[in-house]
């Protein structure tokens, strides 16, 4: 079979392709395993140098998601697979409220479209966000079952793909399914410009033994989950039974409620005797008013119920962050560093 | 100030479009009274004759909500007000998905850009529906607080551009307020194909001495509100103040639940010694399951704190019916007898 990963050079995409490769086989449509022997990362540039991991099964596309003849091409075959990530980022649609339509709805509406005119139903799974959740009437803690009223640009875009991913797996023209990521730590690389980078920050900066200027307070909360955990997550949600996951595609993923305070605690805890750069209070009020404005806790009866695996608690996400990059003699890859949509 | 009601020769446009004729005024974007000295009928199709009731503010243009620069063209000016009712109804947009995508998705935005491009916050009142709830985890009951997984493409368009509408005015690009409307009754004219068609059919037919096929049960229960009603209501939301709309800028409009059981006691009840045409039953499975998908109950608590007018009960809808249509010498004007888009 044959697997489209879009901003499948990014830090979650990439990781994604590996663990594939790896494993060596997905569900088919029909439900019955199929050995991957093509995969397409697709995204918006590319990478300087081939990312480390990827065999002669991969190719590396770069070009316009809003580009329905390019995503046609890409997404296309007998038996697929289509992994859908590409998106611009929270900051960046606040930021350009047109390049976000372009990209995050028109690239959506693309990728949903080739996906349908590919033959039978091909598996799409959708990386959406708890950036969906938002505004004056939202709950502390939300469920699957919350009204879903965002309040960025990007939490719009993508309950909007959700909308229209169930609509097009009612009609059967894909089968898709959706994956509402919380936070995803400890990122690696240079920081970026979401708001909530300093969850990964807090962590990977005096790891580095660099001193992070926090933008938030101690007792600030997040949602947050281990990107080993949402790897598995993501590829748990697409070998699901498709009617297990339901009339409606997209669930909570797993995902544990941290304190800023608590990361610290944790951060000391694991490091043990590892020289730590510090950490500043350096509060940014524009960063706090947009966590404060987040759900601080997260329930995922679905994705539980669906076997969907779930972080067990901080320190395994900090050690594995450690073992993966801040002991690994290898600098991470260009394209880990920064998400490219 | 302008005026643009798309959908504009419809039903409830051309009843909208009176009683805004007839107030003579609406709030500006300032918010102060203007009077409305021009108002533009935009729709699918130019009705055969002039509408009834219609002065030499208004003009008629018929023409593609699809086509960005016609829309641009229309919904253009220094003081404006919008009124967006063109839709693919549901069976409508059933039958052919990409129509609707196309007329609902892509002319929802044409109409929103058009708006932010003109001068100021022009206030525009999106026509949403009850049918954007469903799925199976939907409650009996639906509340402005019910989360929104609808089960029909028409659903789907229509929750898109509510959290389109969100999105548009949070960014100061215009002043969005949404109305989710029940089944309205009494439609008069022919028949349409709309799923609740029966809802007004099972009034309109018999006091026209015609005999009626009725397709569900008696038991089944509908959420209704009258036209008259529901007029005022998208008026009131048009004239409400901004900030007491709120950050989730779609509200659930006043409904009352019948079965149909007490939908016909009520039009013996009313009818008196009115000639009425027999009701039949001729259950049509379809149209069943439909209907049972859908809320049997609607709350609509931010509408009441807008103070947006209920029905008192269904005598003063049939009533109401009786006096416009019924006991009207003239017949309903053609463009009155089918929803357009």
Redesign the interface.
């Known amino acids: 079979m044959k697997v489209v990963i879009t901003g499948g050079t990014g830090f979650l995409g990439l990781r994604l392709a590996r663990a594939i490769l790896k494993r060596g086989e997905l569900s088919g449509a029909s439900g019955a395993l199929e050995p991957v022997d093509q995969m397409v990362l697709f995204d918006a540039v590319t990478p300087a140098e081939r990312p480390e991991g990827l065999d002669d099964r991969v190719e590396i596309v770069s070009g316009d998601i809003s580009d329905r003849a390019l995503v046609t091409s890409l997404i296309s075959g007998e038996s697929l697979s289509v992994f859908h990530f590409a998106s611009v980022v929270s900051s960046g649609a606040e930021q350009d409220?047109d390049l976000a339509m372009k990209v995050n709805l028109d690239g959506g509406i693309n990728v949903l479209e080739a996906a349908r005119a590919a033959p039978g139903l091909p598996r799409v799974v959708f990386t959406s966000s708890f950036a969906v959740f938002g505004?004056?009437?939202l709950p502390d803690t939300v469920t699957d079952?919350?009204?879903?009223?965002?309040?960025t640009?990007y939490g719009?875009t993508k309950?909007?793909n959700e909308?229209?991913l169930?609509?097009y797996t009612?009609?059967d023209f894909l089968d898709g399914r959706g994956a509402r990521l919380p936070t995803v730590i400890i990122r690696p690389g240079k920081p970026n410009k979401a708001a909530s980078g300093f969850a990964s920050g807090v962590f990977r900066e005096p790891l580095s033994g660099i001193d992070f200027d926090l933008p938030v307070k101690n007792e600030t909360r997040m949602a947050v989950s281990g990107y080993r955990t949402i790897v598995e997550g993501i590829l748990a949600l697409h070998e699901a039974e498709s009617d297990a996951v339901?009339?409606?595609r997209s669930v909570n993923l797993p995902s544990i409620t941290l304190t800023v305070a608590e990361m610290i605690e944790g951060l000391k805890r694991v490091a043990g005797d590892r020289p730590l750069g510090q950490i500043n209070s350096a509060l940014d009020p524009t960063i706090q008013a947009i966590c404060d404005g987040w759900p601080g806790r997260g329930q995922s009866p679905r994705a539980d119920a669906l076997g969907l695996p779930a972080d067990k608690g901080l320190d395994s996400i900090i050690r594995a962050y450690i073992e993966d990059y801040a002991d690994a003699k290898r600098r991470p890859a260009a394209a880990d560093q920064v998400i490219t949509w």
């Open positions: 409220f505004g004056s009437a079952a919350t009204k879903i009223t965002p309040m640009t719009m309950v909007v909308l229209l169930n609509d009612r009609k339901g009339d409606d």
